[in-house]
């Protein structure tokens, strides 16, 4: 295997993987229900 060859299969490696960890961010931003949070000024709920 030549240096080119896995030059472009590490440039599409990390491009899949950009590409899959931007579906799951969206995917993750998207989804029904309610976010709770406890913290210092107590407890929130909020819709998404």
Request: no cysteine; charged share 15%.
């Given at each position: 295997?030549?240096k080119q060859?896995?030059?472009?299969?590490?440039?599409?490696?990390l491009?899949?993987?950009?590409?899959v960890l931007?579906y799951?961010?969206y995917?993750?931003q998207?989804?029904?229900g309610?976010?709770i949070?406890?913290?210092g000024?107590?407890?929130?709920?909020?819709?998404r």
């Open positions: 295997m030549s060859n896995i030059l472009m299969i590490a440039i599409a490696a491009g899949i993987g950009a590409g931007g799951w961010l995917q993750e998207h989804q029904p309610v976010d949070r406890i913290g000024n107590g407890v929130t709920i909020r819709e």
